[in-house]
């Protein structure tokens, strides 16, 4: 299949070099499914794998990343939630561990955190959900962003990816840029990659993979959706900051709305902490993913799904999801050369 793929080699070697791969296509890092399983399908594939640290127990994330040292093909990355309450147990971990690459998510890094990652010879990526951010995590000296637009599931900021790609791909045209959220079509792939970015990250894509350990109906959730089903959630009150998680709706959305408002009553009461209330919103959505992934209860679980689910129609081996992708894109960028060509 490589062979054939010339336009899309040319345009993506920055990428390569980066990643330490053949294909600059990132799975991304999905609390509960990105696992060693799925990692190695992605990686028998050349293409980049990412592990999830959620807020799994150390000693399971330890087991985890030795499992990736074991049987890797590629470099890989672990995705740290910086949110979580396990985060610290997790960072100081993976100081001591092979993994080469580090993406920092949930919220976004300290300079420190970023700082002590790359004494210890780790790559660093973070999420850059608009300008201002992304710009303070290059001061930082992050080694690269992953410009993810709120289409995706899962964790979101609030700009679109349309936007990002205007307010940041086209001004830091000299920095490492991957983008993600709402991705699930190579022919788009093309055209970012002929805008600047070094690769594209892709979620939802792969949940819908055979190797995927997300339970049946999970997937068959995804597959049935469309793409306004996926909803971000709402924050009902300052006084109670919540990072956005967009979900296909269900019985847990609401669940959630009741949540928030039962947490807003408790601290107007004083009667539980900011910081406290905050950690009751994320234990709930890491039991509720958990209830959907791994149980298939898809009514009072969180179905995270970015909108891409809308373009997503069957489950397929990981090998097919990659190889189409890299199809349409060089076909794309094929179709372009030859309208190119025509104009002069």
């Known amino acids: 299949m490589q062979n054939n793929i010339v336009l899309l080699d040319k345009i993506w070697q920055k990428g390569k070099d980066f990643l330490g791969v053949d294909l600059p296509i990132i799975s991304g890092g999905m609390t509960w499914l990105s696992d060693h399983e799925l990692a190695e399908a992605v990686s028998d594939c050349g293409a980049f794998p990412v592990i999830a640290a959620g807020n799994m127990p150390p000693e399971e994330l330890e087991h985890e990343i030795d499992e990736c040292v074991r049987t890797l093909k590629t470099p890989f990355a ?73 289409e995706a599931g899962g964790h979101i900021g ?23 959220g709402g991705l699930a079509d190579g022919r788009l792939m093309a055209y970012l990659l002929l805008m600047g970015a070094y690769g594209c990250q892709f979620g939802s894509l792969f949940v819908c993979s055979d190797e995927c350990n997300a339970h049946p109906k999970f997937k068959e959730a995804f597959i049935r959706a469309r ?49 406290k209330a905050q950690y009751e919103v994320e234990k709930f959505w890491v039991g509720s993913l958990r209830k959907a992934v791994i149980e298939g209860d898809v009514d009072f679980g969180s179905l995270m799904a970015g909108q891409s689910v809308g373009l997503i129609s069957e489950i397929k081996p990981i090998k097919e999801i990659i190889e189409r992708l890299m199809q349409d894109a060089e076909s794309e960028l094929q179709r372009l050369s030859a309208l190119f060509n025509s104009l002069q």
């Open 158 to 180: 609030y700009v679109s990816l349309i936007i990002l790609l205007q307010q940041v791909l086209f001004d830091f045209r000299d920095f490492p840029i991957f983008v993600a």
């Open 227 to 275: 793409a306004r089903q996926a909803m971000a959630t709402p924050q009902y009150d300052s006084r109670l900051p919540v990072v956005a998680v967009r979900a296909i709706k269900n019985r847990a959305t609401d669940e959630f709305g009741k949540l928030q408002f039962k947490l807003l009553k408790k601290l107007e009461k004083g009667q539980i902490t900011r910081d």
């Open 78 to 150: 672990v995705n740290l939630i910086t949110i979580a309450p396990n985060y610290r147990a997790h960072f100081d971990l993976i100081l001591k561990k092979s993994a080469q690459y580090v993406i920092f998510a949930g919220s976004f890094p300290r300079k420190t955190d970023i700082e002590e990652m790359k004494k210890h010879g780790k790559k660093t990526l973070s999420f850059a959900s608009e300008r201002t951010i992304a710009s303070r995590q290059i001061d930082y000296g992050v080694d690269a962003l992953i410009l993810e637009g709120s």
